[in-house]
């Protein structure tokens, strides 16, 4: 009997993330942007002018003004770079069709099909009805992403009077917020490395571009760092493509091949090296359970879940850490197996900036 409600609470669980994706992935999406602005907010109040740290106001606008600023500026790089490869589509064409054409005839592999051949039996209307339509849903759930960042602010200074309702005993409540300074704490540091190694990977591989005189590198740049987001998958697909670029716009072979190990060097540095030592285990996530939550998380959520996977199973991790009857569902997601040090370390996460402040608001 326990085992089929189990069955029906994990089926009605999957239905609601399905049925209700068009609110939740916004909702998801603001959740981490406000915890980054406050995690920036937080950053810009620890520094000093004339002596003195910054206040509050200004440090939150200086954080806001820096998100919408990242994001203006992706947004150019994006329109002028997507005109420029539309303008410049029909030579890459030609390149291609020959690069086949070359790759047939050194296999003997007889006539080669044209380009527009290989993709007669694309519905292009469709694509570009479907991309479109993409497009107009992505910039809709922007404006509902940033109305809801706005009623998370606005709602912050009820939390500790919510929190003291609905856990009246205080050693109950005390459990929530270290829980909740927890939480915050180890999504700001995945959100802030992740986001310092894809930068990092980011600049490396547009200045090796930029110095090759590979095209749009500006928006290959781009790519990486958005694209390193994604576990695992979102490095090489990133590559893959200027990769491919390189060896359709350069005449010697030998100089794209020099471009690709140096984006794939870079990548593999930064995602292997670098990265791991600024995050060290405090994630605590099997690599198994990245891989499967990526591909569920894509399943359920399309192309945002893939971003969205390692935030969402580390903060379901830490939540069933706090349970007996969840517990054992937390090791198995761990990498180590100990999970006793996650109901431990709220005090180390609090000494964290950003995680400091969230639990000033819950006091």
Request: glycine share 6%; proline share 4%.
């Amino acid at each position: 009997m326990k085992a089929v409600s189990v069955i029906i609470a994990v089926a009605a669980t999957i239905a609601l993330l399905v049925a209700g994706r068009e609110l939740l992935i916004p909702l998801v999406l603001a959740i981490f942007f406000w915890i980054l602005i406050r995690s920036l907010k937080a950053a810009f109040e620890r520094m000093t002018v004339a002596g003195r740290h910054l206040p509050a106001p200004a440090a939150f606008a200086l954080a806001l003004l820096a998100i919408v600023s990242a994001c203006s500026v992706v947004g150019r790089i994006i329109s002028s770079n997507i005109s420029m490869i539309v303008r410049e589509a029909p030579e890459y064409e030609k390149l291609l069709g020959q690069t086949i054409s070359e790759a047939f005839a050194a296999f003997g592999f007889g006539e080669a099909p044209t380009v527009r051949q290989l993709i007669a039996d694309l519905d292009l209307f469709q694509i570009l009805t479907t991309s479109a339509t993409a497009m107009a849903s992505l910039a809709g759930q922007a404006g509902l992403v940033a109305v809801y960042v706005l009623v998370l602010f606005l709602e912050e200074r009820f939390f500790s009077r919510k929190l003291r309702a609905l856990f009246p005993r205080p050693e109950r409540r005390q459990r929530i917020k270290q829980t909740l300074s927890h939480l915050g704490g180890d999504i700001m540091t995945y959100v802030g490395v992740k986001s310092l190694a894809s930068l990092t990977v980011a600049v490396l591989c547009y200045l090796l571009m930029a110095a090759a005189g590979l095209d749009f590198a500006s928006f290959w740049g781009l790519l990486i760092f958005i694209f390193n987001f994604i576990p695992n998958i979102g490095s090489a697909v990133a590559t893959l493509l200027p990769s491919v670029l390189a060896f359709l716009q350069f005449d010697s072979p030998g100089k794209a091949v020099l471009v690709v190990i140096g984006l794939a060097t870079f990548q593999f540095l930064v995602a292997y090296v670098f990265e791991p030592r600024l995050i060290g285990n405090s994630l605590n996530l099997s690599p198994l359970v990245v891989i499967l939550s990526l591909v569920l998380w894509w399943a359920l959520w399309g192309v945002p879940g893939m971003f969205l996977c390692v935030p969402i199973m580390v903060s379901l991790m830490i939540l069933c850490v706090q349970f007996p009857q969840t517990r054992r569902i937390a090791i198995l997601m761990s990498r180590s197996g100990r999970v006793a040090e996650l109901g431990d370390r709220s005090e180390r996460h609090r000494r964290r900036a950003g995680a400091v402040a969230m639990a000033q608001e819950l006091e």
